[in-house]
Nanobody, 125 residues
């Protein structure tokens, strides 16, 4: 069992930056692949970024590629999402998720086993 707690969300102006953090409980964090998803009002949850358990491979949705960076610190049981050049369409609740099959990235929410409660990111125009 893994418990995930996101933090770092908030209100930012267009073009600004935020760094989200997701702290995981348990001693097996380094065995999980991690992902970030987001859900805007009235829309389905969508994939944003993912990273393998070692951090050697990452994958991004086209909508965030070149602007967002996912990283992890296994010593701190934490995964990060550095977001820059933010746009109003990035406004959403951001969720981190953990996947038991840690050596591959995944882009659909059904492939993840544990979820955090989410953190709100609002980008003003």
């Amino acid at each position: 069992q893994v418990q995930l707690v996101e933090s770092g969300g908030g209100l930012v102006q267009t073009g600004g930056s935020l760094r989200l953090s997701c702290a995981a409980s348990g001693r097996t964090f380094s065995s999980y692949a991690m992902g970030w998803f987001r859900q805007a009002p009235g829309k389905e949850r969508e994939f944003a970024a993912a990273i393998t358990r070692s951090g050697s491979s990452t994958y991004y949705a086209d909508s965030v590629k070149g602007r967002f960076t996912i990283s992890r610190d296994n010593a701190k049981n934490t995964v990060y999402l550095q977001m820059s050049s933010l746009k109003p369409e990035d406004t959403a609740v951001y969720y981190c998720a953990a996947r038991k099959l840690g050596w591959t990235v995944a882009t659909t929410d059904t492939e993840y086993d544990y979820w955090g409660q989410g953190t709100q990111v609002t980008v003003s125009s």
